[in-house]
């Protein structure tokens, strides 16, 4: 193995350490890495002279019984920019380099992809002026979108936004002076779960997220599986009733035709005046025996879904976001027995269903996450600068 390219991956290894790890000494920095001492002192004063590491090195003295360093990233240094596109809307965050959220910012999404660049570019110089930061600190941009996206450049299919065979890759090129990482929105949402959520120590999980549409993230032996060009994962559409109601893929009995939000809601009005997703959830919470059945209904559909999912792919646990984790409390009783009776017990056993934190809060950190990603992977269009 060539020696820069070793570097490369102990440097990246000691920065997700750090990351996940504020404070951390350089003997804690060994122990997690499995890098020698000079290694993690090398690459610690490489992370210093570029400004992306503080420590309280000054107390340092060598002498036994003293503290060592404390070693963080710097939230001064270096920014990442995450760009969720939304039906409707875009939501910008802008986020410190170990991908903590500083500041969110919404604005409508251009009905024309063409506008993007121009848009996009507005809204960060903007973002970044509010936070007193400057546009040269951006080391990546990640961008997520509820579609399928090919992995070789940012070709887009968003039948939600309306945009079709959409190269968002290469409309921001030009007019985006930073590496841009596109991506689904729920491959993204499962690489927060690695990166910031409840599956860090797992290499093998399985996403499942919803909202208007119903999306699916796997990753497998520790990277994000995306398929021969980038559409794989789209559990959404696994078949759970043979010959059932019209998906918006155009197939049939896909998972998302009955329990993405659009369907949950048409069910539920059928019985009862709700007008949105809080209002269904607040309906379940009350008590409202047609919101139960639905609900119980959608556990006997997603059993079945994840039965499928355990059975192919073995995974340490199905993290369940958006409007499938906010449903499962209701779902979780006929949900079980569907799994046990369709599941292998074998891998059963070995599988958590985990509702994700991440999925339900204010900021959106997906598209920050892939950011984070692309700036730290060994072969991202830039990889970190050390
Ligand atoms: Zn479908």
Redesign the pocket.
Known sequence: MHPSYVRQYNATRIFHALRANPGITKRGLTDLTGCDKSTVSAILRAFEDIGFVESDAAQETGKRGRPSANYRLSADNGLLIGVHLEFEQMAIVAASIDGTPIRKWSQPLPTDPAALATDLRHAIGALCHEISRSQDEIRAIGITLPGLVESSGGLAHAPSLDWYETDIGNLLRDQIDAPVYIDNDTNAAAMAEYLFGQCGQLTDFVMIDGGLGLGGGIFLDGRPYRGASGFGGELG?IKVVPDGRI???G?QG?L??YIAAPALLAAAQRSLRVRNVEELIRAAKDGAPPILDLFEDSGRHLGRALSDIVNIFNPSAIVLGGIVGRIWPYAEITARKELAKLAMRAPLQNTQILVSDISAAETPVGAVALALEGFTSLDGQKPGPW
């Open positions: 559409h998906c918006g893929c197939a896909c998302s035709a």
